[in-house]
């Protein structure tokens, strides 16, 4: 049963600090989407990839964040520097183009709390 | 750019009472997918419509996507406690590169045995 992991599952850390995520996506997909939910804003699209390339990251703050695709199996998510307006729950998605359309599969998601 | 809203934000029914959630595009989708989010879970993929006024079911769960390509909505029959959590509508839109999708905000649900 494929899916897509995400490490860690849970993060604490102190503003200021840098926070790593990470995403393993779907062996064969070639999307990675990396969302932000909060309750007050949903669902937001921070950063996406395709084939490695980024082709949107208009949804990122790029003064702190940045997003890499290192190679196929591994995609990341830093802040730098973190800060408490930051805890969110990170998501990560990869998906699968089938005649045009796409359909995300999400992984269980970091749990970011900054102090 | 692409907007979706999805109403209500909350609903609280009964249990065996029926649900719906709406959702309304600003521009025309190329399609349109629903996903459940329980709570402390991950969005889950739960079904896509492609078609001009396609319905499709699920079990006790209908999904119709308007004729026009900017409205869809999401039915279920009679509520189950196993329905609870947040049920999101996703759009695609239809110009060329739309790879993205673009969430609504969510409808969460609660029911009550």
């Known amino acids: 049963d494929a899916r897509v992991t995400q490490t860690p599952r849970h993060k604490v850390t102190e503003m200021g600090q840098e926070v790593t995520m990470r995403c393993q996506p779907i062996l064969g997909h070639n999307t990675v989407f990396w969302y932000r939910q909060t309750m007050m804003q949903g669902l937001e699209l921070l950063a996406y990839f395709r084939n490695r390339a980024p082709l949107d990251d208009s949804g990122m703050p790029k003064d702190r964040f940045s997003a890499e695709m290192p190679d196929a199996t591994l995609a990341t998510l830093k802040i730098q520097p973190s800060e408490p307006r930051d805890s969110a729950v990170y998501f990560c998605?990869?998906?699968?183009?089938?005649?045009?359309?796409?359909?995300?599969?999400f992984g269980p998601g970091t749990r970011l709390l900054v102090l | 750019g692409q907007q979706v809203m999805q109403i209500p934000q909350y609903q609280h029914v009964q249990e065996g009472e029926d649900f719906t959630t709406y959702c309304n595009s600003s521009t025309t989708l190329s399609n349109i997918q629903w996903y459940k989010q329980r709570p402390g879970g991950h969005p889950v993929f739960l079904i896509q419509l492609v078609k001009s006024g396609e319905v499709k079911k699920q079990k006790r769960l209908t999904f119709q996507f308007g004729e026009a390509k900017k409205n869809s909505s999401l039915h279920i029959t009679a509520t189950q406690t196993t329905d609870v959590g947040t049920y999101f509508c996703a759009g695609q839109g239809s110009g060329a590169g739309s790879y993205q999708l673009t969430f609504g905000k969510g409808t969460k649900l609660s029911v009550i045995p």
């Open positions: 998605a990869s998906g699968l183009v089938l005649a045009g359309w796409e359909t995300q599969y």
